[in-house]
């Protein structure tokens, strides 16, 4: 996992991601509630979310409005850069322009804890984020077959990745790049990301507990189950199988057996 990429990849954005927190206010509740769906698709087009508001269920409060008032919506998003224009050769049909959410959008919108987690894994497993913090984690087979339990604390990393990034990177802003202390943040933002890695890999591999209540446990353990080829295994069945997430988990355990070791040599000096 090479995080100085990740770290050079986002710093561009820093100026993207003040711009953003300013411009907040211009964004009205729809448009906000539109952003939302982006989160959960891959691509999305503004006609997509016209017929949406015309067909779907949603809020009561949202009313169906002329398409153009939708489109007028979409590009204030992408004017902001919380969404980019997916092209393809030959282009869409009737001319449609896709969008999908940009790194700059995805950064912003996981910090503010937007989106659904099993339709954020099926929708933005090729993303930057997945690639960098999640493909070197877990094999591909694991993420294909992944429990709701599974996909909830992926979620929950990637809110925590994003909210230390944008905090760290809007702490840089003004500062020139020789200057001591934008090195200090971003060698901050560095240790905060592994920290949270390591949180991570720990958190799932001590499972979901013990419960007294056998019926509060099956209640509560039942999306820490999947099915691969006909048989329900747990998560914690799945994840041991995983070579990759293993031989992560692997080096934390070292790391936190050779602290403990460290602690216990200072103890016995101070007895």
């Not at 508001?53 to 902001?80: D, G, M, S, T």
């Not at 877990?138 to 993420?143: D, H, K, M, N, V």
């Not at 790049?177 to 001590?206: A, P």
């Amino acid at each position: 996992m090479d995080l100085q990429e990740y770290i050079s990849e986002v710093k561009p954005l820093i100026g993207s991601i003040l711009a953003i927190q300013k411009s907040e206010h211009e964004l009205d509740k729809l448009t906000k509630f539109f952003f939302n769906i982006m989160m959960r698709r891959h691509t999305i087009s503004a006609y997509d979310l016209w017929i949406f508001i015309q067909k779907e269920k949603h809020p009561n409060w949202i009313k169906p409005i002329a398409y153009k008032n939708v489109l007028k919506r979409v590009r204030k998003l992408f004017q902001l850069g919380f969404i980019e224009e997916v092209k393809r050769e030959g282009g869409y049909k009737h001319g449609a322009r896709k969008y999908k959410v940009s790194a700059l959008g995805l950064i912003y919108g996981w910090s503010q804890h937007l989106g659904s987690p099993t339709e954020f894994i099926k929708s933005h497993s090729d993303s930057f984020m997945m690639r960098t913090f999640i493909h070197p984690l877990f094999e591909r087979e694991t993420l294909q077959h992944s429990t709701f339990y599974l996909d909830v604390h992926i979620v929950r990393f990637l809110f925590q990745v994003c909210s230390v990034t944008a905090e760290e990177l809007s702490m840089v802003h003004g500062l020139h790049e020789s200057d001591s202390g934008s090195k200090r943040r971003l060698e901050l933002l560095e240790f905060n990301l592994n920290r949270l890695i390591k949180e991570f890999l720990i958190r799932l591999s001590l499972g979901p507990g013990h419960f007294k209540s056998k019926s509060l446990q099956q209640k509560i353990l039942e999306p820490y189950y999947t099915t691969v080829k006909g048989k329900k295994i747990s998560t914690f069945d799945l994840i041991s199988k995983d070579k990759k997430f293993m031989a992560a988990l692997e080096e934390v355990s070292k790391e936190i057996f050779n602290g403990y070791n460290t602690l216990m040599k200072l103890k016995n000096q101070n007895t």
